[in-house]
């Protein structure tokens, strides 16, 4: 899961522009959690898209997760902000849903998609080095595969990304926060987060227009997997190594 904020200057000052870019992920999960995520992707392959208009911005990623033989599933978030006065804050609808399989290729899944709306606030600190957005949904899951029923839920997200030592270095990321429910019906707080640590080489003198970035993200998440190995674990903290590609 990818939603890595990008330059909500561009919303802020009403410019026109779009910002694109791959990352490819080496995940360490599966070398952790041998027990509990045997059936974890190695690789992730992310493609992330944000442009602004006189309306407000769009924004969408798509996950494509990868195992030795291949592509084993594909998630995406897609979302639209329609600006609400001249102080950052914005009208959000968004939509969540992807697929998988496992392993041994014998079990495919649809992921229980889901719609989200509610308001947003986007600032930023005065030379745009640092920008932020929080978000507050109401979110709305559809009747999902293997009699999944559709249910109600609100969700709190916030992104960030902050530039510093002369360019040279990017920290990111999200966190969400949401209802989901158990299988016996009960409900469950979920929470996720996704920060990103980059080393941007085109900060380097004589590689401005390269736009290759070295770095890790670490994926943090509790009550959001099923240990495969029937344990009690909530917790889980899954480093990766990746590359960036502005486009």
Known sequence: MRKI??????????????????????????????????????????????????????????????????????????????????QGFAAHVEYNGGLCSTKSGNFGARYQHAALIGPAYNGHNEDFSTTYSLQLMYKQYFKGQDGKSAFPSVQLTGVWSTTFANKALTFAGFFDLWRDVKANGHGKLVFASEPQLWYNLNSIKGMENFPLSIGTEVELYNNFYSPADGSDKTFYVIPTIGLKWKL
């Open 5 to 86: 904020v990008f330059i909500v200057m561009f919303v802020m000052i009403g410019m026109t522009s779009v910002a694109q870019n791959l990352q490819l992920h080496y995940d360490f999960g599966r070398n952790i959690y041998s027990d509990e995520l045997p059936e974890r992707q190695k690789l992730t392959l992310t493609f992330e898209h944000f442009s602004t208009d006189k309306a407000g911005s769009w924004y969408y990623f798509v996950d494509m997760d990868f195992l030795k033989d291949g592509a084993c599933g594909a998630y995406t978030e897609i979302s639209r902000e329609f600006n609400v006065g001249k």
